[in-house]
């Protein structure tokens, strides 16, 4: 058996309800503390900005300023164990320390799409 890693699923849900599902592979396991911890730092319990706390997005190929946002939803049961290499270069511990700085200070006056 390899090493056993994590696997976070999030998704990307429009003003218009078209939903894309993200994931990536972290290296580590998590937690159930750590998962209860990050899920603390989301705005309202659910939402963050992927980018924020080094994770990849994926939206829609064609932006559309009246329905994308910066924000994705993230659930307790979005964290599986997997022997999956990882595909991002962090590791749960990492991730932890991002989410908590990321805590009450998600940046979402950030633009999307346009220029920065």
Not at 3 to 27: E, F, G, H, P
Not at 36 to 61: H, N, T, W
Request: charged fraction near 25%.
């Amino acid at each position: 058996m390899g090493t056993l890693n994590t696997r976070i699923s999030y998704l990307y849900r429009d003003a218009d309800n078209y939903k894309m599902q993200n994931s990536c592979v972290v290296t580590g396991r998590i937690t159930e503390a750590q998962i209860a911890e990050i899920m603390s730092c989301l705005d309202c319990g659910e939402y963050f900005i992927p980018r924020q706390v080094g994770l990849p997005e994926k939206r829609f190929d064609r932006f559309d300023e009246e329905a994308d946002h910066c924000w994705f939803e993230l659930s307790a049961d979005g964290f599986e164990a997997t022997e999956n290499v990882p595909n991002i270069d962090m590791t749960v511990g990492q991730l932890l320390e991002l989410f908590r700085s990321a805590k009450n200070n998600w940046h979402d006056d950030v633009p999307l799409g346009g220029a920065v």
